[in-house]
């Protein structure tokens, strides 16, 4: 037996295939996972494996190591986000979203530092040793909402668009103002004194963090753009570029003390376009695929250790500072969304509503970002006191709040999701109305978002897609695109139905019909017109016809895909040609 | 700048992309890789930033390390090569095989290294420090054909599917054999002295390496197949366990100093037909695609590295050693197979002809696993003088032996792999002789391998389907199977081409239409016939009828897929239409 040899790899197997069946154990009972979110009980089996392990060994089961956290499990959560992040409405409520990672994130962090800092100077809690600046460090890595958390509770409640990404867009944009606090203050704590140019450094900083971070990422997504122009002969290592672009830029931005969340994020939204009109579908299926199936494990073997860490002895129990510190996140963070939104709701037509506002402020989870953090601060004699504090307030919102919000969700009938994807027709309609709008902010001489994402797409169009996309003469528009997307999708489910239309001749021959039917001329003229036209005109009316056959199709009274041969329809449609045929004979 | 923070991803990140990116280089010109195999392009690769990183460093580059290479590097190339087998070739020339893999590399081993121990016998050469013990164990690890290597060529080559199986699957299965006596004579060399138990104990060895490895293969492939049934809820974790479980299926025989190669193979061969059957079709495209995206890496990433390590001061140079080397590889290698196969021949009908002997002589290239083994040696005054015949031995073959092999089918006219796949008539008829094999089989009393496979068969539904399996109640034939991935794929590229049927009406009313021409009560009674049949039946019927119908349009004159609206044909019908419209108006 030659157990050292395949240790490593081994072991990390055998953790990933736990995780794996895990998963599996909690979907063979339905019930289960429709009360209690999977995050929570992914915790819960860590706790039990954590205690296993302590009572064997007698001693603390190995913490999460921040390192494997923040360098190979996080970064596929974020990708996978950045990539499926519903651009539209994120770009929509970025204004909002923004305000409530800086400013709301700057608010908790200083609201919470401030008043433990108060409760420290209370005589009867013993806890006068912990300074100003111990208390907004552990504001800065406290206050964070996390998106692993968040990400893990809001796809299970399925609220409306709109909620869902003010929450989810905050917990994410907020990694460049952690970031920022967490060095500054952890920094502030080693050195001797404070002078304010420090301090005005550190408000620079927000904006290195952040836009360097935008800028990393973008340039790595353009690259990985660029470069899967040129896969056409070897479709089989494209999704590896998505994948190497993107953790390059998360690496590169971790390296220059960037946000590397932002980095990764910004490659992630902005190759997506352009690499799908790349790369062929089965390259796409795969990306999507496996970039869930990645971020899905991520996300399981974070919550499990997240459980097995929490047990040991790293804990210091102080009951007033923890009950004040899970306090004070609840109303600083309730205080801020309130006061933030109040000041959104003054310059925006389509306002948030109170029950909304109660969700954002209920929904502000912490996670495994927080106790990464917590591990990472240097050695002084207070931090098993914040280990616990941190741990608590994880435990207390990933478990009270993240299983009571859904039933809150149900009981305030908090708008859902729909459940439908947008139709063609809307699809054509919020088109028109972005383009009337942003005629009307042009004339008005107002530029607002319709003013700038025009102007984005004439860039796109004009400069972009000519560099990036492969068939850059052809590029075709979205709405064409999800027609095809609906007929593979068609297609596919007519083959599986076994009802597949026999042979080509159907649609040219059912199009000619339609044709001759309003006049015998065409027939004889179509002939013509097609050796006069030129081919792309051809194939433009092509697409044309073929879209408003199947809108008609879709429409229309004979709209009954998945019926059996001997239904009382396609009967009657073969009496009718047994009559013509009769007849003929 | 942090960069000791992200080394290790960075620079891992780094290479593939390197490699990757290496591959696209070589496609965008399209000639290259027409006349010079990839792998010795990348091995040039390798050879140019070995000899960069020597120049600028002054010291040999970094070798590959051994431990990379067999942990992490082979096995996703294996895993690709059991899981793609084609199955029904390697089982029916799996007698053969063996003889080749095990016979064969005995032979191999024993010829080269008893030959050059008589070379250092010649007191010119200056070679009489090296024991027959040393000459032999440098004879196992030289003897031994490479999968990787023989794959790279191969693949590109397209000889027909006989050759290639008998060459490839001896290089995957001697592994067992390489392994055995590799270590038997490492263990030797260290041995003061060699007991004749010894000797025996090494040949029960190959037995228990090699039957040890199916085994533990079989056994992860099937509770792999197992755990899969229960993954209907979370779809998108199932190619994880097709990766985890072989992956686990390899290092746990390693662990047990089995053949893992041999493990990995029957494991993915184990699973590959319920996995298939029980995780979805997205899943499997992803598992697909990933397995051959992974294996594609790998691959480069092994040729650049064998170029790297090549360059450097490893090497001791003596003409002699390192020629008689590479000839007695090539000697001992054609003999064996002429005495091999003329004893195949005898108990062949379909026999290996001498073109075909040529190609498998011809084809035993050597690669990476020799190069690892070689670096794996204990330390001893001559081992630079093996790597540098190893090294030699290995830019030979893949470099002569490699670029010439395709010139030479070319020149043989050696019989080449058929095209297309076989239709479902081919299908059919060589399933009905597999039945009629079996039954001749059993009344002659002879069990010959279609009497096994019959009975494996029988086994396989009885017993296997059913744990293995989730709809074990109805496991569809393969050709059923085969008949809905035709019809997939038809329909896919029917919506792609903007020519998709329209409605559901058209299969039945062909399908009426088909069978009131014959007569016209059929329509009448169809109804009353569907009231009274139940669906089994019904459902068993419609296959039939599609199939049927499939194979008509397949090979009826109406097959031209592709044809546009306004082709020839497609008008014609419209016409006729027409016509008979204008009849009955």
Same mark, same amino acid.
């Given at each position: ?113 401030? %008043? ?23 504001? %800065? ?212 509503? %109170? ?231």
């Amino acid at each position: 037996l030659d157990y050292q040899h395949v240790q490593v790899p081994f072991e990390i197997t055998l953790w990933i295939m736990l995780a794996s069946l895990a998963k599996i154990g909690f979907h063979l009972y339905n019930k289960l996972p429709s009360v209690v979110p999977e995050s929570c009980l992914l915790i819960f089996v860590g706790l039990i494996m954590g205690g296993i392990i302590y009572g064997l060994n007698d001693r603390s089961p190995p913490v999460m190591d921040s390192d494997i956290f923040f360098l190979y499990l996080l970064p596929p959560i974020v990708l996978d986000a950045g990539y499926f992040m519903p651009s539209r409405p994120f770009f929509e409520n970025i204004g909002t979203i923004l305000l409530y990672a800086v400013v709301g994130t700057i608010w908790n962090v200083f609201g919470i530092g401030f %008043s433990l800092y108060g409760i420290c100077q209370v005589k009867a809690f013993r806890l006068q040793d912990v300074s100003l600046l111990h208390n907004l460090l552990f504001g %800065s890595l406290i206050a964070a909402v996390d998106p692993v958390a968040v990400l893990a509770v809001f796809e299970e409640i399925h609220v409306n668009e709109k909620l869902h990404i003010l929450v989810f867009g905050e917990s994410l944009l907020n990694d460049a103002v952690t970031v920022v606090l967490y060095k500054l203050f952890r920094s502030f704590c080693e050195m001797p004194t404070i002078k304010s140019m420090d301090v005005f450094a550190g408000v620079g900083k927000f904006f290195v963090v952040g836009l360097g971070g935008v800028l990393v990422g973008l340039s790595f997504g353009f690259t990985a753009a660029f470069t899967t122009r040129f896969t056409k002969d070897i479709r089989v290592i494209e999704p590896l570029f998505v994948f190497l672009y993107s953790y390059l830029s998360y690496l590169t931005a971790e390296m220059f003390h960037l946000s590397g969340i932002v980095a990764i994020i910004s490659c992630a939204m902005g190759m997506k376009r352009y690499v799908e009109a790349n790369i062929s579908l089965k390259s796409h299926t795969t990306v999507k695929y496996f970039m869930k199936m990645w971020s899905s494990v991520s996300d399981t073997l974070i919550f499990i250790f997240l459980g097995v860490s929490t047990i040991g002895e790293n804990h210091e129990w102080n009951w007033p500072y923890i009950c004040f510190t899970v306090i004070f996140c609840l109303i600083w963070r309730a205080l801020g969304v309130l006061v933030l939104t109040f000041f959104v709701n003054r310059f925006h037509v389509n306002t948030i509503t %109170s029950k909304d506002q109660f969700i954002i402020a209920y929904g502000g989870l912490r996670g495994a970002i927080c106790f990464s953090l917590v591990f990472l601060l240097p050695d002084f004699h207070r931090k098993k006191l914040f280990i616990a504090a941190t741990t608590v307030v994880i435990l207390f919102t990933v478990f009270i709040q993240g299983m009571t919000i859904r039933p809150l969700v149900d009981l305030l009938a908090v708008k859902r999701k729909r459940e439908s994807a947008p139709t063609v027709g809307e699809q054509i309609h919020i088109r028109f109305l972005d383009h009337l709008l942003a005629g009307i902010e042009d004339i008005s001489g107002h530029w607002g978002q319709y003013y700038w994402k025009d102007k984005l797409e004439y860039f796109n169009s004009k400069y972009l897609q000519k560099i990036l996309l492969r068939e850059y003469d052809q590029p075709k528009s979205s709405i064409v695109l999800l027609y095809e997307k609906l007929e593979r999708k068609h297609a596919i489910e007519l083959a599986q139905a076994g009802q597949l239309g026999h042979g080509p001749a159907h649609p040219s021959f059912l199009c000619s019909a339609f044709l001759c039917s309003s006049s015998d001329r065409t027939v004889r003229t179509d002939q013509k017109l097609e050796d006069t036209l030129n081919p792309d005109v051809l194939d433009n009316m092509q697409e044309i016809l073929a879209r408003n056959l199947y809108r008609i199709r879709r429409t229309g009274p004979a709209y009954n895909r998945h019926t059996l041969p001997g239904d009382s329809e396609p009967t009657e449609q073969a009496k009718e040609i047994l009559i013509l045929r009769h007849k003929n004979l």
